[in-house]
C-alpha cells in the first residue's frame, strides 16, 4: 500500500470520526479561506467587475420585485372594481325591488 493511498485511508476513518457539525465547521473555514485567498489574488480591474455585476444583480432584484408589486397592484385594482360592480347591481335591485320568477 503506498502511502498515498494510507493516508487517503486515515484520513476517510478521521473524517467517519469527527461529528457532522465539526466536518459542516471545517468545510465553512476552508470555504471562508478560499474566498479570501481569492479576494487577494484579484486585479483591481476583477474588483471593479465583480462590483457591477453586483449592481446589476440587485438592480434586476428590485425590478423583480416593482414588477411584482405592480402585479399585485393589478390585481387590487381588478378585484375593487368586480366588488364595485357587484355592490351597484345589489343597490340597483334593492332601488328597484324585487324582480324575476321569485315575484308573486
Known amino acids: ?3 498515498a493511498a494510507l493516508h487517503y485511508g486515515l484520513r476517510g476513518l478521521a473524517l467517519s470520526s469527527r461529528t ?3 466536518q ?3 468545510r465553512r473555514r476552508r470555504v471562508q479561506s478560499d474566498r ?3 479576494e487577494e489574488t484579484r486585479t483591481p480591474l476583477e474588483d471593479e467587475l465583480i462590483r457591477r455585476q453586483q449592481k ?3 438592480k434586476e432584484k428590485q425590478d423583480e420585485e ?3 408589486e ?9 378585484v ?3 366588488l364595485r360592480k357587484i355592490h351597484s347591481v345589489i343597490q340597483n335591485r334593492a332601488a328597484n325591488g324585487p324582480s324575476g320568477p321569485d315575484q308573486r
Open 36 to 38: 479570501e485567498e481569492e
Open 20 to 22: 457532522e457539525l465539526q
Open 24 to 26: 459542516v465547521l471545517e
Open 80 to 82: 375593487r372594481q368586480n
Open 1 to 3: 500500500m503506498s502511502s
Open 66 to 68: 416593482r414588477v411584482q
Open 70 to 78: 405592480d402585479v399585485h397592484l393589478m390585481e387590487f385594482v381588478r
Open 56 to 58: 446589476l444583480l440587485e
